[in-house]
């Protein structure tokens, strides 16, 4: 235990060293929200978008860079570059340094939504979450079906490089179909489906609903549950340390 | 199994595909000794002592390390066993002083990592993240890594592969007081000055077979088929006076040297016959047999070309 502790803190020290991760997982999302806040002119939600698309359109971008490329680069590198191996011939099994990212990614999350909560509700003037039990709930596993996907990238592409390339490339089409682009009613009927079930459009549809005060749609939980599972299940099937 | 050796490799074997990496090598190494081997790149050096180490299976033979299975036994042997490995990295920007820590974390009983690093001259980089380190530097904190479990055994692979020659005879005196310390070594080289200089015995590894085995200048003798040497006389000299001597096998002329080959008797015979005519010889070269040869005559290709 002691060890994933102290590779936990070491992990963490080289984590925020890495600015250009900083920049976005922490600041992206800071900035898309203050930008697009201060560009609503206050007449009020229409085209059926939630209140809180803005925010909860930051916590996916932030939470999903986290999960599709910092994690899996992280990861890759490590077994690319030989330390996965190296600590293979220590006392230390290696899992315990994919536990370690696994809680300093999940804690950097954790910091993202709450940063984003904190500076919606207290600088931009959203509401506080209307069902905070709920809200977490779908942060969460938002969150974690996020770093699921990354642990699969790691355990099915090579390199460092790789990850996050294939990252990106899942990215982008991520944030197209959770409509990023195209909240609420302007996302054509025929490819609503592909939000209500997609890790990042189900992650932000239930914080959004979440955030109204409903109960997220089961649908939505169902579908970050499902990605979870499957992509432990294969990252278990198909990881290598090296 | 003899109580005396540390480690035991039996027959081993590892394939890899098609490739064959090792065909069949068998090694003992003796507690306290450095144990090179020794051979050009990919004659299977690395795998064998990946498999020392129980980084990998072998598909035949075994490989015992203090009597244990280094595959099944891994809490043990992780503990018995510090790695250097080949083409191994750190985190970019993780600090010499973090990764001590953090291999320190690793193990039940480990050394103390500050005064590891004082040992190994690398204090005054404590806070030096490991990408801005120099490739002594980095080799030396590899070294403390392998170190920091206060291993009985430390495998150095490639120690000293792209340093300048003064960091490399720094890290030679550093491999001599970590053996002086009590840690049997195992060291991997395709430097054959570097294995001359450091080991107490050398395996020579070629085409995953081992080829000799035996200390440095056991293996030179092994190699050596014949003594030269070469030598002006004054006044004139009949090749049949040299003939004539039961030491000598041939006398060829090189200009005004006289070139003579013949067994280990060559050089005091010559020089008894050539003083008792009144012509010691003079200019006189003896030629010296090095473990480059020896690696030429027993493998029948120079070492230090091999991989070029």
Known sequence: ?242 | MPENNLVEVSHLRKTYGATVAVDDVSLTVRPGEIFGILGPNGAGKTTTVESIAGLRTPDAGTVRVAGLDPRKRRTEITSLIGVQLQASELPERIKAWEALELYASFYPDPADPAELLERLGLTAVRDTAFAKLSGGQKQRLSIALALIGNPKIAILDELTTGLDPQARRDTWELVKQIRDSGVTIILVTHFMEEAEYLCDRIAIIDNGLVVALDTPAGLVDSARVEQRISFRVPGSLDDSVLKALPAVDSVARDGDRIVVTGNDDLLVEVVVELAARGQAPRDLHTEQTTLDDAFLALAGRHLEGADR
């Open chain 1, 1 to 242: 235990m002691s060890q994933t502790l102290t590779l936990t803190r070491i992990e963490s020290k080289l984590f925020v060293r890495e600015w250009t991760t900083l920049f976005f997982v922490f600041v992206l999302p800071i900035g898309l929200l203050t930008i697009f806040s201060l560009m609503d002119d206050g007449s009020g939600s229409s085209d059926g978008i939630p209140a809180s698309f803005l925010p909860t359109m930051a916590i996916g971008i932030g939470v999903g860079i986290l999960g599709m490329t910092t994690l899996p680069m992280i990861l890759a590198g490590y077994r690319e570059k030989g330390v996965l191996r190296r600590m293979s011939t220590t006392p230390v099994r290696p899992v315990k340094l994919l536990i370690a990212q696994l809680l300093l990614h999940l804690a950097a999350g954790v910091v993202v939504i709450a940063l984003i909560v904190g500076l919606g509700t207290l600088a931009f003037g959203f509401e506080l979450p209307g069902s905070p039990v709920p809200f977490v709930l779908s942060a969460l596993l938002y969150t974690v079906a996020q770093l699921a996907i990354g642990v699969l990238i790691a355990g099915l592409v090579p390199t460092a490089k790789g990850a996050s390339i294939v990252g990106n490339i899942l990215f982008f089409p991520s944030m197209f179909f959770a409509g990023v682009w195209t909240p609420g009613d302007l996302m054509p009927e025929s490819i609503r489906w592909l939000r209500d079930i997609t890790p990042m459009g189900a992650g932000m549809t239930s914080m959004q609903d979440a955030w109204a005060g409903q109960w997220p749609g089961l649908v939505h939980l169902a579908a970050l549950v499902t990605a979870t599972v499957a992509c432990v299940v294969l990252a278990a099937r198909f990881f290598r340390w090296e």
